[in-house]
């Protein structure tokens, strides 16, 4: 996964403890990203929905839904896609015994595996949302929403 996604992350807990729009040049000083590759990340959030972008001396960004309605998969698909993250290139087809016609995809064992596995990552990631990232970041440290909204007050 690219840097991107873990930025959009947090980006997208951020958005959640706060009430107005935020430019891009504020979220990418308050991790010391750079502003056009974050915006890059965040144009591609606000074409899934998951983000609203407002023009203007007082735009930026801001979350588009409730944090509970953006899971953490929304975010990931929103940046890198929706592809497996294997890709099965059928070598099988080109090794000792291939039989022509056969879909490797289907009938080979790693592929198969791989396939599990990223169903079952999907499937942890669709279950859970900014929300819930929100509410453990809060029990772990109270002391986070408060914080970020005097940073991001202070970088303004």
Known sequence: MSQGVEWALHTCLNLSWLDAPVPTGTLATFYELPPAYLNKQLQALVRAGILASTSGPRGGFQLARPPGAV????????????EEMFRCEQILGRGPGEHA????????????????????????????????????????????????????????
């Open 71 to 82: 899971s953490l998969l929304d975010i990931v698909t929103a940046i890198e896609g929706s």
């Open 101 to 156: 016609g056969v879909d490797y995809r289907q009938s080979c064992a790693f592929a198969q595996a791989m396939r599990g596995a990223d169903l079952a990552w999907r499937r942890e990631l669709a279950g859970r949302t900014v929300a819930d990232v929100r509410a453990d970041v809060e029990r772990g440290h109270p002391e986070a929403p408060a914080n970020t909204r005097a940073r991001i007050a202070e970088l303004r």
